[in-house]
């Protein structure tokens, strides 16, 4: 094999790869490098440069740079509290810090000041929330089915099925929530498809977590 067909093979395999890719990052670096290795192949195979090939490769090339400085500029710009970047890094380490902004402002935070019925039984909840301090308790009438503590969700069945809550969910004073509503959330995640993957994961696991 010639020295030359090296830098057209790994082209191909790495343009390959980045279709395996489920991070768009990664998939665009390893695109990027593919590119290189693609640009100088063409232009040393023949005689003559094939510039037709080497136009479209380097506009490939700089599609992809330029959306990786731009993520870059939009991560380095979200800035977090200390509540929010201890959230980012426990439950979503998998999305990027300008996907999880856009999380955080599809919702807000709330700090429950007394005993509040976050959810009652039988009647429609369009509300979905992650405890981050304090608790919940769980009740059925008089009898209490379950304490729900940091990191838990509240409402996912609703969110998930749209019917209606079988249980009052009541939370104690001084807890801090992140709340969304349904029909916000749901259009922010039919938005962005890998945080929809990476979202409807925590609710599976939530829910796995309480059986």
């Not at 993520?71 to 929010?84: G, T």
């Not at 999380?103 to 009647?123: C, D, M, P, V, Y």
């Not at 009438?141 to 209606?164: D, M, P, Y």
């Not at 992140?178 to 990476?198: G, P």
Request: net charge positive.
């Amino acid at each position: 094999m010639e020295t030359i067909s090296i830098f057209g093979n790994l082209s191909f395999a790495l343009s390959a790869l980045s279709f395996l890719m489920q991070d768009m990052s990664r998939l665009r670096l390893i695109a990027i490098v593919s590119a290189v290795f693609g640009i100088f192949y063409n232009y040393n195979v023949t005689e003559s440069p094939l510039w037709l090939v080497i136009f479209w490769l380097s506009t490939f090339l700089t599609i992809n740079l330029s959306m990786l400085v731009t993520e870059h500029i939009r991560n380095k710009s979200a800035k977090f509290n200390k509540d929010e970047q201890e959230l980012f890094e426990t439950l979503f380490p998998e999305l990027s810090a300008f996907e999880f902004l856009q999380l955080l402002n599809a919702g807000s935070w709330k700090t429950i000041r007394s005993r509040e019925r976050f959810i009652s039984a039988q009647k429609e909840n369009f509300k979905l929330a992650l405890i981050w301090r304090g608790q919940a308790r769980v009740l059925k009438g008089k009898k209490v089915l379950a304490n729900l503590k940091r990191g838990t969700l509240i409402g996912e069945i609703s969110f998930l099925t749209g019917e209606k809550p079988t249980a009052d969910v009541l939370l104690e004073r001084g807890s801090l929530i992140l709340a969304w509503d349904h029909e916000k959330l749901r259009r922010w995640l039919s938005k962005n498809t890998d945080a929809a993957s990476i979202f409807q994961r925590l609710i599976t696991s939530d829910l796995a977590a309480k059986i």
